[in-house]
């Protein structure tokens, strides 16, 4: 209980205006975070940016080179070795820099966008296992953007693309090697229409 004297009034228990207080601020925190919640993606969005809404499939364009998510839901991530049209690049560890050996990549890669001007591109950084969620997410949302900057020099419009983050959590490669880690620490270039 706190009291506060109030002048000629003498002195208030002011317990009642701070549960009033409290109690608005909580109703207010409610109504804030319930609103938050009912803003939900529609479900073809839940691939993420650049999701399929042309009737190409749940794997992308011709059946091959989806989005990793829907690979992984269904069993498929890196089977076969099917990429789609664009091929994959790779980082060295704990880098986001576009190597020199895949820049030649990148520029078959942004051929192929600029021969087919209808196409939507979603780059995913993807991580090794070692390192904290956190830090695999946020460098591999570096390696995505470095893509993105490496292919709108190479003349692909900014608008085209769309970039995600996977960090460690969806790899193509569960051993603990060199050769796996190498492997998991890529760009995938999923394309839709």
Same mark, same amino acid.
């Given at each position: 209980?706190?009291?506060?004297?109030?002048?000629?009034?003498?002195?208030?228990?002011?317990?009642?205006?701070?549960?009033? #207080?409290?109690?608005?601020?909580?109703?207010?925190?409610?109504?804030?975070?319930?609103?938050?919640?009912?803003?939900?993606?529609?479900? +073809?969005?839940?691939?993420?940016?650049?999701?399929?809404?042309?009737? =190409?499939?749940?794997?992308?364009?011709?059946?091959?080179?989806?989005? +990793?998510?829907?690979?992984?839901?269904?069993?498929?991530?890196?089977?076969?070795?099917?990429?789609?049209?664009? +091929?994959?690049?790779?980082?060295?560890?704990?880098?986001? #820099?576009?190597?020199?050996? !895949?820049?030649?990549?990148?520029?078959?890669?942004?051929?192929?966008?600029?021969?087919?001007?209808?196409?939507?591109?979603?780059?995913?950084?993807?991580?090794? !296992?070692?390192? +904290?969620?956190?830090?695999?997410?946020?460098?591999?949302?570096?390696?995505?953007?470095?893509?993105?900057?490496? =292919?709108? #020099?190479?003349?692909?419009?900014?608008?085209?693309?769309?970039?995600?983050?996977?960090?460690?959590?969806?790899?193509?490669? #569960?051993?603990?090697?060199? !050769?796996?880690?190498?492997?998991?620490?890529? !760009?995938?270039?999923?394309?839709?229409?």
């Amino acid at each position: 209980m706190i009291r506060i004297h109030h002048g000629r009034g003498g002195w208030v228990n002011e317990t009642g205006i701070m549960a009033r #207080t409290a109690g608005v601020a909580v109703v207010i925190l409610a109504l804030t975070l319930s609103s938050c919640s009912s803003n939900k993606p529609p479900e +073809s969005a839940v691939g993420g940016a650049g999701s399929n809404n042309s009737g =190409l499939g749940q794997q992308g364009l011709g059946g091959a080179g989806g989005n +990793s998510l829907e690979q992984y839901k269904q069993g498929v991530l890196g089977q076969n070795g099917e990429q789609g049209p664009l +091929s994959d690049i790779h980082f060295d560890y704990n880098d986001y #820099t576009v190597r020199e050996q !895949d820049g030649s990549v990148l520029r078959a890669n942004a051929d192929w966008l600029q021969k087919n001007p209808n196409t939507h591109v979603q780059i995913e950084g993807h991580c090794d !296992d070692r390192g +904290s969620e956190e830090y695999n997410i946020a460098l591999g949302a570096k390696r995505a953007q470095a893509a993105k900057d490496y =292919l709108q #020099t190479l003349g692909v419009a900014g608008d085209r693309m769309s970039t995600i983050s996977y960090g460690k959590e969806l790899p193509l490669c #569960t051993e603990h090697t060199e !050769d796996c880690w190498a492997e998991n620490r890529r !760009d995938h270039f999923a394309v839709t229409e």
